[in-house]
């Protein structure tokens, strides 16, 4: 129930956040397709989101047949941990890197790309896949998704407004307040898409930590999960991958998308460091 309740008030939030942008921006009307815009962003989120992750990951299915070493492993955890088994999917890059999607257990899917098969052991490898199915048991993988969408839905929002502010959208406004209109619209042309990705980004660096306590609670071995971290960092900077700005943050490292590391400030993952750290001082029975 927690984590249904956290959805809720994410979708109520993002909502009012989204209202309140349009309202900035264009006044009564603004408001209103801002809210309109959110009801659209809700709907979609909730339903299509992981349909649109995997997407645009270029992730494709395969079958038992084709990824035995990665079904067996999953299937074990499942049992283990009474999950369903999830759609399982390989994205066709050397950069080692996976990440689950789904609005909840029942409708999940995990990716992992041909890099971290070559990558990593089969420990590791099941630390890693059991870190995403701590996303699955925590129901996360669903507020990740609809923290991404509003992200993008206010991007969109502020971008219209500040063309219409340059290109002389709400003239009797400018009249009246002197050009404020103009420079509100600019200033949260900047602001919003900001705000929207700080709070992706305090969505996303908790439920890293969570995860990855949750995958070692289903494994036993924290270490295994430490070690595929080093590695999977180390290697994902000598390979970037080609990733959607919109979805960087679901993956278990952050890609460093073109090459390009926009520091910790804007980083959507937690020092991978710390989560080493967190993971390698665990005790037996403190996760």
Same mark, same amino acid.
Not at 61 to 81: F, H
Not at 209 to 214: F, R, S
Not at 269 to 284: C, F, K, Q, S, V
């Given at each position: ?71 067996? &492993? ?20 050397? !950069? ?47 507020? !990740? ?48 898409? &900001? ?48 990733? !959607? ?21 804007? !980083? ?20």
């Amino acid at each position: 129930m927690g984590n249904n309740l956290k959805t809720v008030f994410l979708l109520t939030a993002m909502t009012v956040f989204v209202v309140l942008v349009g309202q900035a921006l264009g006044g009564r009307n603004g408001a209103v397709l801002a809210l309109c815009l959110a009801a659209a962003m809700n709907f979609f989120s909730y339903f299509f989101s992981d349909k649109l992750a995997i997407m645009s990951s270029g992730a494709q299915p395969v079958t038992r047949e084709e990824l035995p070493r990665v079904y067996q &492993i999953v299937e074990r955890l499942c049992a283990k941990t009474g999950l369903p088994m999830p759609k399982i999917f390989v994205i066709p890059t050397g !950069s080692p890197n996976a990440f689950a999607t789904g609005r909840n257990p029942a409708h999940a899917s995990v990716a992992v790309t041909g890099g971290i098969l070559d990558l990593l052991s089969d420990d590791e490898l099941e630390g890693v896949l059991a870190h995403e199915l701590g996303h699955v048991r925590n129901r996360d993988i669903l507020i !990740s998704s609809i923290a991404a969408t509003f992200a993008g839905a206010v991007t969109i929002l502020a971008r219209m407004a500040g063309w219409a502010a340059m290109f002389g959208g709400g003239g009797r406004d400018r009249d009246r307040d002197g050009g404020g209109g103009v420079l509100t619209a600019l200033a949260m042309m900047i602001l919003a898409p &900001i705000a929207a990705l700080l709070i992706q980004m305090a969505v996303s660096r908790s439920r890293e930590y969570q995860a990855d306590a949750t995958g070692a609670h289903f494994t036993g071995n924290p270490g295994a999960l430490a070690s595929a971290l080093r590695k999977i960092e180390t290697y994902a900077v000598r390979v970037p991958m080609q990733v !959607s700005p919109a979805t960087a943050h679901m993956y278990i490292i952050q890609p460093l998308i073109g090459g390009i590391s926009f520091g910790s400030l804007f !980083s959507t993952h937690p020092p991978t460091a710390e989560r080493i750290a967190r993971l390698t001082g665990m005790r037996p029975g403190s996760y």
